[in-house]
């Protein structure tokens, strides 16, 4: 599969997850009504996944349970399609295209408490490209040449060429961004900055999330938990 039709999936894909990530559920009965706090959803899974580091095995499995709710990438893909901020509030790229700045938004934390700094961002790529990590998709990420943290907020990509699909591939669900402090964690309990929290995985049976209260876009999300629970005979 190429990455033109990979990327058509992921639009529809991930436009659903940015939706639970919202709690945008709860808006769905008419259009103007104002969205309602609280409540709990729970979610079928066909697939229980094997792990939950979307890096080193990003299936969709993975990503239903993890990306946009518990974990986020610099950038987003939002319902129209396009490329947009996410855990970073503004970027530019250079005028031949081989250096891109990222400005973090400010006071973002990791559920254990620790800031998210740019210092995690360059971390994150750097555990990607690591041959030992065995990234799957490593390959979108390779025409990365440098990855210098500025600033606490500032983090800066220099590329060996100009990649036109970087922006989009920095929105893909093997991207998010991860806690130089808990990376080992990621596989089962995965630390994040996202709307939800990790709660607990009752292997065979579920996954539960719980609300962030220190997200930092405020009023969000809508509810206080979500259980994605596996049901692999959709009969059942």
């Known amino acids: 599969m190429g990455i033109q039709s990979t990327r058509a999936g992921w639009i529809r894909f991930w436009g659903l997850l940015s939706c639970l990530a919202l709690g945008a559920f709860f808006a769905s009965e008419a259009p103007a ?5 609280g409540g709990m959803l729970t979610i079928a899974l066909a697939a229980e996944p094997s792990g939950l580091d979307p890096t080193t095995n990003p299936s969709a499995a993975i990503k239903r349970v993890v990306h946009y709710n518990l974990l986020e990438g610099l950038l987003k893909v939002d319902r129209n399609g396009k490329v947009s901020p996410a855990l970073a509030k503004s970027y530019s790229v250079s005028k031949d295209g081989k250096e891109y700045t990222f400005v973090l938004h400010g006071g973002v934390k990791f559920h254990d408490g620790s800031p998210c700094t740019a210092e995690d961002v360059k971390f994150t790529f750097e555990r990607l490209l690591d041959p030992q ?12 040449d440098s990855i210098q943290a500025v600033d606490s907020a500032t983090v800066k990509f220099k590329m060996k060429k100009f990649d036109s699909n ?8 093997d991207a998010v961004i991860v806690s130089r402090q808990s990376a080992d964690k990621l596989k089962s309990a995965p630390v994040g900055t996202g ?3 990790f709660g607990e995985w009752k292997r065979g049976d579920s996954v539960v999330m719980v609300k962030n209260p220190d997200y930092y876009q405020k009023g969000l999300p809508y509810l206080d938990k979500v259980t994605f629970k596996f049901i692999p005979d959709p009969s059942a």
Not at 166 to 173: I, S
């Open 133 to 144: 990590t065995a990234a799957p998709y490593r390959m979108y990420y390779e025409a990365i």
């Open 195 to 197: 709307p939800f929290k």
């Open 33 to 37: 009504q104002k969205p309602v706090p």
């Open 166 to 173: 970087f922006l989009f591939n920095l929105a893909r669900g």
